[in-house]
C-alpha cells in the first residue's frame, strides 16, 4: 500500500558537491498519489533531486520523513534511469533479475516475466541480448523491470528522451497503468506537451531551487517568469 | 636451422608414437598447471570482483602492490616456498618439498596476483556500468559480485587464460621446488631446460613444441566452448 509509505516530507534537502551547491535547500511535501513532474531546464537539479530522493545521491543536509521507515521505503520504490543500463543477458533473465533478488523462483518467476514481455511487446524477444534491443525497447524493459517487483513509489529520469512517438506513447501507456494499480510516480520531463497530459502536479526547479510547485492546472497560469518562459519553450539560463 | 627442423622433426615423432616420457610429462604439466589455475582462480576471482566493487581506505595501495605481484619473479616466489616447505622451514613436517604438490603452490603465488589484477580491470568497467542499478535495486555485496562475476564472465576467460599461459610456461620455480626428479616432478619445461643443458636440442625444442601445441588447444577449446566472438559484444 502506498499509504504507508508517503506523503514524504523532504525539509531543507542540499545536495552539495566539491563545496558547491547543487541543489537547495528544498523543502516540499509530496502528497499521496498520482503523478509529480519534475520540470526545469537542463542543469537545474532535476537528476540529482530524484536521486537525492531515492537514496543513491549522498544528501549533505537536511531530511527525507518518509510514512515509514527509511529502511523499509528504501526497498519499496524503483527507479529508472536516463539512459537504461541493460544487465547483460537475456530480455527473461532482465526481468527475472529484480524477482530473483526477492527470492521468487520456478514457474512463478516465468510466468510474471512473459506476462511482463507481452505486455511491452518483446514476447519474441525474451531470449535476445538486452543490450541489442533499440533505444525504445530498452527503455520499455527498464521500466518493465522497474515496475515488475511491484513497487509502491517509481522515479522515472526523462523515460522518453530521444524516443519516437509511438515509443513514448507505449511508455506513456504503462505509466498510466502503474498509476491504476496505485502506484506513486515521480519523474522528470523535458517535453512540454508530456508534462500536460500527465501530471496531476508539479515541481519547477531552477538553479537547484523550486521556483513554482502545484496542481497541473496552475500550469495554465505560471506565476513566476522562469515557468513563463520554460513552458513557452524559451531558453532559459 | 638444421637444429629447429630436428627439432620439429622429433616432436613429429615424439607425438605420433605416443611416447610413454612424453605423455607422462605432458599430462604432470597439466595437472600441475591446471590445479593450480583452478585453486587461482577460486581466490583470484572473488576477490578481484571484490576489491572492484568495495570502496576501502588502502584501496588504492592495495591495486598498486596486486600490480606489483603480477610481475613476482618465479625464481624468488620458488626459493621462498622451498625455504617454507624444507625440512627445517616452518610447513617441512608435511614433507611435500620435490611433490607435485611444492610446484603447485609456488604456481598459485605466481598466478593469483596476475588473474587477480586482470579480473579486477575487466570487473572495475562492468561496475561502473552497473553500479547506478545495482545500488537502487538494494543488491547486497555479494549479490553484486555475484551478477558481476556472472555477466562478466567472458572477460574472466582471458583473466583465466592468462595465468594458465603463465603457469604452463612457468620453470624457474617449480624447478625449485620440484626439483626435476624423472617420473616424480618432471614437467614439460624442467624436461626442455634439461635437455637443452644436456645438448640434446632436438628433444628439447620437440618438447617445446608440444608445450606451445599444448596452449593452442587449450586456447581454442575455452573459446569454442564459451562461444566467444561469436555473439556480439558480451
Known amino acids: ?237 | 636451422m638444421a637444429d629447429i627442423w630436428d627439432g620439429m622433426r622429433a616432436a613429429f615423432w615424439l607425438i605420433v608414437q605416443l611416447d610413454a616420457d612424453l605423455m607422462e610429462i605432458t599430462l604432470r604439466s597439466l595437472h600441475v598447471s591446471l590445479t593450480a589455475l583452478l585453486i587461482a582462480c577460486l581466490i583470484a576471482l572473488p576477490a578481484g570482483t571484490w576489491l572492484a566493487v568495495r570502496r576501502f581506505r588502502f584501496r588504492r595501495a592495495a591495486i598498486a602492490t596486486l600490480n606489483a605481484f603480477m610481475g613476482l619473479p618465479p625464481v624468488v616466489v620458488g626459493l621462498i616456498v622451498y625455504l617454507l616447505l624444507s625440512r627445517d622451514g616452518p610447513f617441512g613436517v608435511f614433507g611435500l618439498l620435490f611433490t607435485p604438490t611444492a610446484m603447485i603452490i609456488a604456481q598459485v603465488i605466481i598466478i593469483t596476483p596476475l588473474v587477480m589484477s586482470i579480473t579486477h580491470q575487466a570487473m572495475r568497467e562492468l561496475w561502473s556500468e552497473y553500479h547506478d542499478l545495482l545500488i537502487s535495486l538494494n543488491t547486497s555485496r555479494s549479490q553484486r559480485v555475484r551478477t558481476l562475476l556472472w555477466d562478466g564472465r567472458r572477460a574472466l576467460l582471458t583473466a583465466a587464460l592468462a595465468g594458465f599461459g603463465r603457469a604452463i610456461g612457468e620453470v624457474g620455480a617449480i624447478m625449485i621446488v620440484g626439483g626435476n626428479i624423472d617420473h616424480v616432478t618432471r614437467v614439460l619445461t624442467t624436461a626442455i631446460a634439461l635437455e637443452t643443458s644436456k645438448g640434446d636440442f632436438a628433444l628439447a625444442l620437440g618438447l617445446g613444441f608440444v608445450l606451445i601445441g599444448l596452449s593452442l588447444v587449450i586456447s581454442f577449446l575455452t573459446h569454442s566452448l564459451s562461444q566467444t566472438e561469436r555473439s556480439g559484444r558480451w
Open chain 1, 1 to 237: 500500500m502506498v499509504g504507508d509509505l508517503m506523503p514524504l516530507d523532504i525539509v531543507g534537502l542540499e545536495v552539495r558537491r566539491r563545496g558547491k551547491r547543487l541543489l537547495g535547500p528544498i523543502t516540499h511535501r509530496f502528497g499521496l498519489d498520482g503523478l509529480t513532474m519534475v520540470i526545469g531546464p537542463n542543469g537545474a537539479g532535476k537528476t540529482t533531486f530524484l536521486k537525492a530522493l531515492h537514496g543513491i545521491e549522498r544528501i549533505s543536509a537536511g531530511d527525507l520523513r518518509w510514512a515509514t521507515s527509511p529502511e523499509d521505503a528504501k526497498g519499496r520504490q524503483a527507479y529508472v534511469f536516463q539512459t537504461p543500463t541493460m544487465l547483460r543477458r537475456s530480455v527473461r533473465e532482465n526481468l527475472a533479475y529484480p524477482l530473483r533478488l526477492n527470492g521468487v523462483r520456478g514457474g512463478d518467476l516465468a510466468k510474471t516475466c512473459e506476462a511482463w514481455a507481452e505486455r511491452i511487446n518483446l514476447s519474441d524477444a525474451l531470449e535476445r541480448p538486452a543490450p541489442r534491443l533499440s533505444g525504445g525497447e530498452r527503455q520499455k524493459l527498464a521500466i518493465a523491470r522497474a515496475l515488475i517487483s511491484g513497487p509502491d513509489l517509481l522515479f522515472l529520469d526523462e523515460p522518453c528522451a530521444n524516443l519516437d512517438g509511438s515509443a513514448t506513447a507505449d511508455i506513456e501507456r504503462m505509466l498510466a497503468d502503474a498509476l491504476d494499480q496505485g502506484t506513486r510516480i515521480i519523474m522528470t520531463s523535458h517535453d512540454v506537451g508530456q508534462v500536460r497530459r500527465l501530471a496531476h502536479d508539479f515541481l519547477f526547479l531552477h538553479g537547484g531551487q523550486i521556483r513554482e510547485a502545484g496542481s497541473s492546472g496552475q500550469l495554465n497560469d505560471p506565476q513566476s517568469i522562469e515557468l513563463k518562459s520554460f513552458l513557452k519553450g524559451d531558453i532559459l539560463r
